[in-house]
């Protein structure tokens, strides 16, 4: 992806992270937080989370225009939202859940064929005209050390070296999210609840490393932006550079047209001319 638009998705992202930040939201707060963060960058993706017996993922949020999920929970008869899924088959989530690691991938068409249930594999062909094609970034959501799904995001443009950025994103996920089941477990225990030494730790465990992202989110921020600041003091020296071989080769021209061969100055005219050309073949390259 450009740089211009990296710098976009790290703006964006970081708004994001402003968002999650704020106290009291629910788990269905911040799963819709992050959808709409998603959509507008002009993504789509999901968010899928493990079950109770960590060996299936359910898609627990969708960040795709509604009027598609509908014709497509109309085409297949299936729920979208709520369909889960036995991790081990599909080789993309085996790597985020067991090895741990972010997964790219050029072509999504291959794990969302993998991810259509046998109820719906009659669907294959139109299924992956909408949600195939695309680049995608599938990323693991850890706490304290331990998975608790993969957010999926897909998009044109989207590369290998947008990965560190979407890391950053899904840890402000996974710490919001975590942080709001915590909240709701501190609610349900009422008006006269105590934390325990362990909630103590765990909701510090949390803000620790959502300090930790945040840095990193800034970090990413200020170098798109100085990368940003060089590419455009580059161009703007290209430019000024080339204007100079502009006139040195016009010159250059002036006396070969006054001279004729074997005259003096004549062949030092030609070497000049001949640098120029060189040097503007240079300057192009550097702006691209």
Known sequence: METGRRLDILKALNGAATVL????????DVLQAAVTQIEKLGLRGGILL???DRTRICVTAMAHPAKFITALEKLTGLSVVGHSLDYRRIDVYRKVIDDRCSVFTP???????????QAARSF??????YFGGTPSIHAPMMIAGKIIGSLDVAGKGLSVEDVPIIEAFTNYITVALCNARLLARVMSLGEDFRLSNQDLNLANGHLQQEIVERKRLEGL????QKMESVGRSAGGIAHDFNNKLTLILGCADMILAKTADGDI????ASEIRKAV???A????????
Not at 109 to 115: F, L, N, Y
């Open 277 to 279: 050309q060189e040097a």
């Open 107 to 117: 072509n999504s068409s291959d794990i969302i064929a993998q991810s259509i249930p």
């Open 50 to 52: 493990l079950d109770d």
């Open 265 to 268: 100055g004549r062949e030092e």
């Open 281 to 288: 073949n240079i300057s192009r390259q550097l702006l691209g």
């Open 221 to 224: 921020l200020s170098g798109a």
């Open 21 to 28: 930040h704020q106290s009291f939201m629910s788990c269905d």
């Open 124 to 129: 294959v062909s139109q299924i992956l005209n």
